[in-house]
């Protein structure tokens, strides 16, 4: 089962940061956060994905607050090809279980 | 370094024909996991391979099942098409199995049973 919670939609002017947050708040001390992007029919693309500490990528920076029960993705300057769903996904690593637990994701409108 | 494919990426079936995809991970990667999507249940994981076994497998029906080669490929196989299992499929690959391997997905293939 999903164990995130995101808001359903969002949108965000081109050109701003888009800043979506995901609530976490079962997480394990073990389980990573994770975030991916599905842009219209096609297979979800990896954007990101952390323990405790904030990382950045040439995509994406990623927020976990302190107690990790929540995170945020940050787009820096969102495009209008950054419109997609994005989702935040929990994740214990161990061997053996590559299944990741998909829930409905954010919804992302990048508006012109 | 090429992507993960899919083939075909659409496909037209009627009820109670069989159907195999096709997916060939990222070089060097070992393990492959199929995913099915479709509007109602979303992205839900149906099995994974590594080194040629199943590691781990979904809630889904016999009717689905799945195989990899020495080379890594992996096809699955659903038999008995139903119009319900018309669905995006997906293949995701990684290096291993579990830990914090990153997985990266394929296209997809449309399947779509008449």
């Known amino acids: 089962d999903a164990k995130t919670t995101q808001p359903p939609s969002m949108d965000c002017a081109e050109g701003r940061a888009a800043n979506l947050p995901c609530n976490h708040s079962?997480?394990?001390?073990?389980?990573?956060v994770y975030w991916y992007r599905q842009i219209h029919s096609q297979g979800p693309q990896y954007i990101i994905h952390?323990?405790?500490n904030n990382e950045t990528n040439e995509m994406a920076s990623l927020i976990i607050t302190e107690d990790r029960k929540s995170s945020t993705l940050i787009l820096p300057h969102a495009t209008l090809r950054d419109t997609a769903v994005y989702y935040c996904?929990?994740?214990?690593?161990?061997?053996?279980?590559?299944?990741?637990?998909f829930g409905t994701g954010t919804r992302l409108t990048v508006i012109p | 370094k090429a992507g993960v494919t899919q083939t075909p990426r659409y496909l037209i079936k009627t009820r109670g024909q069989q159907v195999t995809l096709s997916c060939s991970p990222i070089s060097g990667h070992r393990s492959v996991s199929w995913y099915q999507q479709t509007p109602g249940q979303g992205l839900q994981f149906l099995f994974e391979?590594?080194?040629?076994?199943?590691?781990n497998k979904g809630n889904f029906p016999g009717r689905f099942s799945g195989r990899q080669f020495s080379n890594s490929r992996s096809e699955m196989n659903v038999s008995t098409l139903e119009l319900g299992d018309s669905a995006l499929y997906l293949c995701a690959s990684s290096f291993v199995a579990g830990g914090t391997d990153t997985q990266y997905f394929g296209p997809g293939t449309r399947l779509t049973v008449l």
């Open positions: 996904i929990v994740r214990v690593p161990q061997t053996g279980a590559n299944n990741l637990f």
């Open positions: 952390g323990l405790k």
């Open positions: 391979y590594f080194s040629e076994t199943q590691r």
């Open positions: 079962t997480i394990s001390g073990n389980e990573y």
